[in-house]
């Protein structure tokens, strides 16, 4: 895979991550941190090697705005 640029990547990866702020935080307020910061670093570690075995640039934008949702 050949990438044109990566300005759009990064562009969804900020989307990403600026979204999912409001829901982490939320949960936080509900559920222990204890439970909360363990699950959403093994989805992004999960995410985030399977980002490798992506073949096409549609999949990688939706993989970034993924990773950073859960960052």
Do not use: H
Not at 6 to 29: A, E, F, K, M, R
Not at 36 to 63: C, H, Q
């Amino acid at each position: 895979m050949i990438l044109t640029g990566d300005c759009p990547g990064q562009s969804i990866w900020t989307t990403g991550y600026v979204i999912g702020q409001i829901p982490s935080n939320l949960l936080l307020t509900r559920v222990s941190p204890r439970w909360v910061i363990p699950s959403l670093e093994l989805l992004w570690g999960i995410a985030t090697i399977s980002a490798s075995a992506l073949k096409d640039i549609r999949s990688l934008y939706a993989m970034r705005f993924f990773i950073g949702f859960l960052e």
